[in-house]
């Protein structure tokens, strides 16, 4: 089955650096990653997600980028903010339903 | 959120006794899905459903069995309780492939 690793596991920056977390996945398969975000307490909410057919998807301040030959993908996130603080994961599937998830990213966004 | 509730919220239960978990959606979404959520495991499938009755087996589905016999309602239920099934459980649904997964409020289980 398909396998999802994350790093870091936990990442610090200072209000308006970005922030990077990056994701690999091993069935070349897969065709569709997002990527959740979960406040302390909260569920998981999409926050972007991209397709294998496409190479780079942005959303204002966040965006993602895929390498299928390297099989991996990446989250960045632009003028980190405090609310941006929250656990991250990325997921990949074969088709956008059964979602193998990485193992998260907690992002602290420090004044 | 797609209009999903999972109940209970939080439950407390002896080791070796029945657990069932409901999840309920008011968006008549075809896809639904148990997940389990630990400490540095992510986010782990453990059934899914694609239809009324029509049900499939997750990553890591012992120990669990659903049932949805009503597009709104896909049922949980762990037949004797484990301290390692210890965990906070999302429901999630799905209106098709191609669309996002909405996930509910979750479900903290604690077996003692």
């Known amino acids: 089955g398909e396998n999802v690793e994350q790093h870091p596991s936990t990442l610090s920056v200072q209000e308006g650096d970005s922030a990077v977390i990056k994701c690999t996945y091993s069935?070349?398969?897969?065709?569709?990653f997002p990527w959740y975000k979960q406040e302390l307490g909260k569920r998981p909410q999409l926050i972007i997600d991209i397709r294998s057919n496409v190479g780079e998807k942005k959303d204002q301040r966040i965006a993602v980028t895929l390498n299928k030959t390297a099989k991996h993908f990446s989250l960045h996130i632009t003028e980190t903010q405090p609310e941006d603080s929250a656990v991250y994961f990325c997921a990949a599937s074969v088709g956008p339903s059964k979602l193998t998830f990485g193992t998260g990213t907690r992002l602290q966004v420090t004044l | 959120d797609a209009g999903i509730t999972q109940s209970p919220r939080h439950k407390v239960t002896e080791t070796g006794t029945p657990v069932t978990l409901r999840c309920h959606q008011t968006?008549?979404?075809?896809?639904m899905y148990w997940y389990r959520q630990d400490p540095g495991h992510g986010l782990r499938l453990i059934h899914y459903s694609y239809g009324v009755k029509d049900t499939d087996k997750g990553e890591v589905s012992d120990g669990y069995s659903v049932s949805r016999s009503k597009t709104e309602d896909f049922l949980l239920t762990l037949e004797s309780a484990t301290s390692s099934q210890t965990s906070v459980y999302f429901c999630a649904n799905q209106l098709a492939e191609g669309y996002e997964q909405y996930f509910g409020p979750g479900t903290r289980l604690t077996v003692t």
């Open positions: 968006e008549n979404h075809r896809y």
């Open positions: 069935d070349s398969a897969s065709n569709y």
